[in-house]
């Protein structure tokens, strides 16, 4: 082979490495800073870049996308003069890749250094207490403050978390014993309650069963008095259609006198320990001995059944007598 054709093939290889060194493949999310004679000429994205050989050069890839630093633990002193150990968690991501490149040295060593000191600022106002039961607002403040002095490098904070807080060994026994002391109450007050209304819903029973019996009792009363009442009214009717069929009979004195002496006879057969007896007690024979000559003077014209009752009138007539003269 010439000389010619050997310089040919040199020729052809350095301009193969000259035109695949000027070109740039930019991935998704990713950007590239290219300098021009060490001067900042522009940012390519992603896709297909030609750069000038030789007079052109990039800078390392930035990526994009969200990031997370996740910072060793920073001794903290709070108001109250407690020292703990407090690590954190930032969410960042880079906005400007010109800035990103040309703002600070060592971005990431940079924005741990600012959190660390940031949250000293912060802890250092609050006391103990204030300080575990405030991370919202521990974390918003820091994540204010840290946008503010990341923003001319470029840099965006999203988020900032307080993920572990660690004060002393003494001071977590004190709040164990206080936490188990705040339990111990809970469930006594919690007891209590459950005794109050176990209590109250007993004495609520009682009451509606009272309430009911009385009601019951009630009832049961007003029915047993419509009953009788019920009762007296039938007795009432039936006596007075008895009356008033004795009326419409027209029944003569000597059966009156009879009805009256069979009423005196009853009571005299009583189991009463105490008779009332009328004050024209001592009429009583002579009222019989006219009832039996009333008797005897029946005409005799009457059948012999009406003369059998006749004599049984006599007989009880005579029966009454005997009890009364008793």
């Known amino acids: 082979m010439s000389t010619i054709g050997i310089i040919a093939i040199v020729v052809v290889v350095v301009l193969l490495l000259i035109a695949l060194t000027s070109v740039k493949v930019v991935q998704q999310s990713t950007a590239r800073v290219v300098e021009r004679l060490g001067k900042f000429n522009r940012i390519i994205n992603s896709g297909v870049h030609f750069i000038i050989p030789i007079f052109e050069r990039t800078r390392e890839v930035i990526s994009l996308k969200e990031k997370v630093a996740d910072f060793d633990p920073q001794s903290v002193i709070t108001k109250d003069n407690v020292t703990m150990q407090i690590d954190t968690v930032v969410y960042y991501q880079v906005t400007d890749p010109k800035l990103y490149a040309y703002g600070v040295e060592r971005p990431i060593n940079a924005i741990e250094n600012l959190t660390a000191t940031t949250l000293r600022n912060i802890v250092g106002e609050l006391e103990l207490d204030e300080t575990l039961t405030s991370r919202d607002t521990v974390n918003a403040k820091m994540r204010t403050i840290l946008d503010e002095a990341t923003d001319p490098w470029g840099i965006k904070i999203n988020r900032v978390e307080l993920k572990n807080i660690l004060p002393p060994k003494d001071i977590r026994d004190a709040m164990e014993k206080q936490m188990r002391a705040e339990r111990e109450r809970r469930e006594a007050i919690l007891i209590a309650e459950g005794e109050k209304q176990s209590r109250i819903l007993v004495a609520e029973g009682e009451k ?48 009156l006198t009879i009805k009256g ?45 009406k003369s059998s009752k006749s004599k049984s009138l006599t007989a009880k007539i005579e029966d009454v007598k005997a009890k009364v003269k008793k």
């Open 208 to 255: 509606q069963s009272k309430i009911l019996k009385a009601e019951a009792d009630k009832a049961a009363q007003i029915l047993e008095a419509e009953a009788n009442k019920a009762s007296l009214e039938k007795e009432a009717e039936g006596m007075a259609a008895a009356i008033k069929l004795v009326n419409e009979a027209r029944p003569s004195a000597g059966y």
């Open 261 to 305: 002496y069979e009423a005196l006879e009853a009571l005299a057969d009583g189991n009463s320990t105490k008779i009332i007896v009328p004050s024209n007690i001592q009429d009583v024979t002579g009222i019989i001995a006219s009832l039996a000559e009333t008797i005897k003077n029946e005409p005799a014209k009457k059948d012999n059944t």
